[in-house]
T-cell receptor, first 112, second 114 residues
Framework: KNEVEQSPQNLTAQEGEFITINCSYS?????LHWLQQHPGGGIVSLFM???GKKKHGRLIATINIQEKHSSLHITASHPRDSAVYIC??????????????FGTGTRLTIIP | NAGVTQTPKFQVLKTGQSMTLQCAQD?????MYWYRQDPGMGLRLIYY???????DKGEVPNGYNVSRLNKREFSLRLESAAPSQTSVYFC?????????????FGPGTRLTVL
């Protein structure tokens, strides 16, 4: 079983819909990251969370440490939101290096 | 600032050939990483470097070597390429110890080994 599981693997929605992507993990973490991979392949970081909730524009990320679960929400979705969304957990190490373990991603397609 | 740059963007090798993937960052970051991305799998760490002069193995280091030439540059070498190394390779950097610890990714190198 992967240490980081995302659901759904693929999601197609109409423009304007509210989107939720889920991430569950099975290991101890110090933080959780959400990243976006554009159709051209570039990867950008969206959020880093260690507790609670963060909001940036139409994107909202939440984490429940006790339940080992995080969600990424997109409000008023737009075709330009079409991308692969990747969850990654940061596992602390003895050497102070910040390793990330990645989920396999959720491919989101927003239809106009 | 260019951020994280990688060269080349595309490469085709024959089995047994060698090559070096170059990565540079201009954000004065301490930590640098090499990942590979394969269909149906998450990004996997090949090697990382916590600071200039130090490197350590990640999840999938076999068949690869790295050099942290200076604070800016972190190269990945395939000594004898194999078809199993066909993948997209990403370099990333982060400010170790920084509050946000965001990783910044390069554009990727698409490598095909025939």
């Amino acid at each position: 079983k992967n240490e980081v599981e995302q659901s759904p693997q693929n999601l197609t929605a109409q423009e304007g819909e509210f989107i939720t992507i889920n991430c569950s993990y099975s290991v101890g973490i110090s933080a959780l990251h959400w990243l976006q991979q554009h159709p051209g392949g570039g990867i950008v970081s969206l959020f880093m969370l260690s507790s609670g909730k963060k909001k940036h524009g139409r994107l909202i990320a939440t984490i429940n440490i006790q339940e080992k679960h995080s969600s990424l929400h997109i409000t008023a979705s737009h075709p330009r939101d079409s991308a692969v969304y990747i969850c990654a957990v940061r596992r602390p190490s003895n050497f102070g290096n910040e390793k990330l373990t990645f989920g396999t991603g959720t491919r989101l397609t927003i239809i106009p | 600032n260019a951020g994280v740059t990688q060269t080349p963007k595309f490469q085709v090798l024959k089995t047994g050939q060698s090559m070096t993937l170059q990565c540079a960052q201009d954000m004065n970051h301490n930590s640098m990483y090499w990942y590979r991305q394969d269909p149906g799998m998450g990004l996997r760490l090949i090697y990382y470097s916590a600071s200039e002069g130090t490197t350590d193995k990640g999840e999938v280091p076999n068949g690869y070597n790295v050099s942290r030439l200076n604070k800016r540059e972190f190269s990945l070498r395939l000594e004898s390429a194999a078809p199993s190394q066909t993948s997209v390779y990403f370099c990333a950097s982060s400010d170790r110890g920084g509050r946000t610890d965001t990783q910044y990714f390069g554009p990727g190198t698409r490598l095909t080994v025939l």
